[in-house]
């Protein structure tokens, strides 16, 4: 999987992040990227309204984070992620 990133910082600290994949099943796809605290406890709240893991039954890890891309019925996706502070 090809995965190319751009991150954007504002004067105030906020990123926006936009992505390209050349996995994904439409030629333009909206999303945003949702930090969370709870990993488990958002994940599941995305799924109660109907959001799809994009990799099916896994997360990707690594030793900084875990995240998931959730995909809604209309085609809208959230990054979820969550930071491992250590």
Do not use: W
């Not at 992505?19 to 990227?33: F, T, Y």
Request: a negative charge; charged letters at 25%.
């Amino acid at each position: 999987m090809s995965v190319t990133g751009i991150r954007m910082k504002d004067e105030n600290g906020f990123y926006l992040d936009i992505s390209e994949s050349d996995q994904l099943p439409v030629d333009c796809i909206e999303a945003m990227r949702m930090n969370v605290d709870n990993f488990d406890e958002a994940y599941r709240l995305l799924e109660d309204h109907g959001f799809k893991n994009f990799y099916g039954d896994r997360e990707v890890e690594n030793p900084t984070s875990i995240s998931a891309m959730m995909i809604a019925p209309s085609g809208f996706a959230v990054n979820l992620v969550q930071h491992i502070r250590k």
